[in-house]
C-alpha cells in the first residue's frame, strides 16, 4: 500500500523513464512486488535510492526526495522522524 503523498503524486502515470538507461519502464507497485528489491535508504535514512530500472524510474516521477522543490520538506521531516527513531522501517534495506 502507497501513502498518501505518493498516491497523490503517481495519479495516473503508469511508466517512467529510468535516469540510467533512458528506458520507459512500468512503475513500482507495492501491491505486487517488494520495496526492498527496489529501493534503499541512504545511509542517514534521509533518501530514498532507486536500485533497480523500476525503483530509479519511481524514485524519479514520484520525487521520493523532493530534490526537484525549493525546500525538499521531506528530508527535513525524515531528519526529524530519524533523530526520534521512528524511521526509516528497521525491514527496509539500508546502505551500509
Not at 24 to 39: C, D, G, I, T
Request: glycine residues 4%.
Amino acid at each position: 500500500m502507497a501513502c498518501h503523498r505518493c498516491n497523490e503524486r503517481h495519479y495516473n502515470f503508469i511508466v517512467a523513464t529510468d535516469s540510467k538507461t533512458q528506458k520507459q519502464v512500468a512503475l513500482f507497485n507495492p501491491r505486487q512486488q517488494e520495496w526492498s528489491e527496489h529501493f534503499i535508504w541512504i545511509k542517514d535514512g534521509i533518501k530514498i535510492v532507486g536500485t533497480t530500472s523500476t525503483g530509479r524510474a519511481t524514485s524519479d516521477r514520484f520525487d521520493f526526495n523532493d530534490e526537484r522543490r525549493d525546500e525538499p520538506s521531506i528530508q527535513v521531516a525524515r531528519r526529524f522522524w530519524v533523530e526520534a527513531g521512528w524511521h526509516p522501517p528497521l525491514s527496509d534495506p539500508r546502505q551500509e
